[in-house]
């Protein structure tokens, strides 16, 4: 005997009521700081970014592009966040070249020093930033130690500009920055297996074919990493460029500062942080998209 539902329920059937899941509670924290510390706090920007700007408060009334057609028509401007680019290139490529053989070796050797190694790797992030920039203006000032050494070494008389110039900016990024490269190569390194580079030595590969054929293009993964994570970082420093180039080369993240603080410009400030922040995207967006095709040919 089959009962004949209403006609209001064969018309609409009735939807399951949808339960709250309480797995939504483990990521509640993450997404409210996500909301309150970064999404609210560049709307914020965004918003100031199309602002008038006044020099006696935070901005003037109504709303303008001006900011980013000042900052996009500007040679100035243009040529401070080309520079900012150039120098975020250059520390990544040398990093890349520097920690390479250095995760390489951490990752395939024995030796029972291998935890004083990793010490060596991970004891810079132990100190702050400040302090290291200041250890390298002792190094590097004209009276430093490498000047003073060499002086006393009868090589020079003088003293090299080793500081205050784009050469000690770049040994800051460099140092300050290395263990970010090191550590992402240091992973993908050890996810390969040992067993492939013994396979290349048996057919007649030497070691460094062997790197060059096997190992580097299946760390390509760590690679990625290693190199965005280098690039945001350089493109994004402040502190550096302050300390070791006092101001004579200037990036675009001490520009934006400059702006914000001296000049009280904060729209324009805002602009320019954004129009940076829209280069590194972009950057990383084409980056991604050619080194994944990369690794897909591997694969």
Known sequence: MTVALPAADRLHPRRAI?????????????????????????????????????TVRPYAPGFTVGN???????????RVL????????????????????VAYHLARTTSRFRGLLYAC???????GVVVRCYGWL?????????????????LISGSLPLMYNELGVSIGLVHIFLPFMILPLLGGIQSINPALEEAARSLGASPLTAIRRVVIPLSMPGIQAGTILVFVLTMSAYVIPILLGALKVMLMSTLVVQQLIDAFLWPFGAALAFILSATGAVTIFVYVRVTARLMRRIA
């Open 121 to 127: 790797v991970l004891s810079p992030l132990l100190v």
């Open 138 to 154: 002792i190094i590097l000032a004209n009276n430093g130690l490498i000047n003073d050494s060499l002086r006393k070494a009868g």
């Open 82 to 101: 080309g520079y900012s680019f150039l120098f975020g290139v250059l520390t990544t490529a040398v990093c890349l070249v520097i920690a390479y053989p």
């Open 18 to 54: 949808p339960t709250f899941s309480p797995s939504l509670l483990l990521i509640l924290p993450a997404i409210t700081l996500l909301v309150v510390f970064f999404l609210l706090p560049y709307g914020n920007m965004l918003v100031m970014s199309f602002r008038v700007p006044s």
């Open 68 to 78: 980013y057609v000042k900052a996009l028509t500007d040679l100035y401007y243009l």
